[in-house]
């Protein structure tokens, strides 16, 4: 099992800028991969961003290459998602992930093993 805690959700004016943080616990696996996904009010989930926690390839959707950066600390057992010159339409309730493999087709089809609960950011225009 491993459990994700998120952190760093709030409110901020667009063009602003917000670090959201998991915290993962438990087991973890040397192909294990991590995510962040985001659901907008009246919206499906979708997949915003991934790294593989071993060699830390990071992957992103289209809408927020250049603005979003995923990372990961492995010695506290973290990954970031640092997310500048945010836009109203990133207003979101964002939830980290976890995966046993590292898969394009899990991540964007929100396959995950593993949820955290989410933290909501919203941005102000």
């Known amino acids: 099992q491993v459990q994700l805690v998120e952190s760093g959700g709030g409110l901020v004016q667009a063009g602003g800028s917000l670090r959201l943080s998991c915290a993962a616990s438990?087991?973890?696996?040397?192909?294990?991969?991590m995510a962040w996904f985001r659901q907008a009010p009246g919206k499906e989930r979708e997949f915003v961003a991934a790294?593989?926690?071993?060699?830390?390839?990071?992957y992103y959707v289209d809408s927020v290459k250049g603005r979003f950066t995923i990372s990961r600390d492995k010695a506290k057992n973290t990954v970031y998602l640092q997310m500048n010159s945010l836009k109203p339409e990133d207003t979101a309730v964002y939830y980290c992930?976890?995966?046993?493999?590292?898969?394009?087709?899990?991540?964007?089809?929100?396959?995950?093993?593993?949820w955290g609960t989410g933290t909501l950011v919203t941005v102000s225009s």
């Open positions: 992930a976890a995966d046993s493999m590292i898969s394009y087709s899990r991540w964007s089809g929100g396959a995950m093993d593993y």
């Open positions: 438990g087991r973890t696996f040397s192909s294990m991969s």
């Open positions: 790294i593989t926690w071993s060699a830390g390839i990071t």
